[in-house]
């Protein structure tokens, strides 16, 4: 069956296939919203990136208060595969937090903790600095439940006043400034899809 010169329309308007894929790493500012459009006037991720390209969607979220690594593609098949919460895609945050982080803290942070009655997955978190007030901490998760990492902290009374993604998988932020976006390497790409 030849379907190269069908034409598809969606409300009147022509629908053209993506025929490159684009693979773009962000680094997300505090105060943006991980969304096309707001109805509320908020910076979203879209402003950052003075690139035009068609069918550009972000891979996952970050919230309005969280900064760091967001990739953003039209290669939907790629956006599926590192999103869905099957794939167990690592994601590591540099995480400040109030308080003391006792070794009990720390193990039940690890462990996981109830959100919503349902159990966190086990996480990696390591101490890399305790303070008098405030720590702080590396945390990889391999869910992305909705303010995941906040609400973790929330479960075992810290408040976190600090979050930025640093790594998802073994791809990092490593060279952007905040606002700064660049391409993805072709063996980062590789990479990805090998996710």
Not at 83 to 96: D, Q
Request: include cysteine; charged fraction near 30%.
């Amino acid at each position: 069956m030849e379907t190269s010169n069908d034409t598809v329309t969606v409300d009147g308007k022509k629908i053209v296939p993506v025929s490159k894929f684009t693979y773009i790493m962000l680094y997300k500012p505090k105060g943006c919203i991980t969304s096309v459009s707001d109805d509320k006037g908020r910076k979203t991720v879209y402003d950052y990136i003075d690139a035009e390209v068609p069918h550009l969607v972000p891979v996952g979220r970050l919230d309005y208060d969280t900064e760091g690594l967001l990739l953003l593609t039209n290669d939907g098949e790629l956006v599926n595969r590192l999103a869905h919460p099957s794939g167990e895609v690592p994601k590591t945050y540099l995480v400040r937090a109030e308080g003391q982080f006792p070794e009990h803290l720390l193990a039940k942070l690890r462990k996981g903790v109830e959100i919503d009655g349902v159990l966190t997955k086990r996480s990696k978190v390591k101490l890399l600095e305790q303070g008098d007030t405030e720590a702080k901490l590396s945390v990889t998760i391999t869910e992305g439940r909705n303010r995941q990492i906040r609400r973790m902290f929330e479960a075992v009374e810290r408040n976190v006043v600090f979050l930025k993604r640093v790594a998802i998988g073994d791809l990092r932020l490593g060279g952007l400034s905040r606002g700064g976006w660049r391409y993805l390497r072709d063996e980062e790409v590789e990479y990805l899809k090998k996710l």
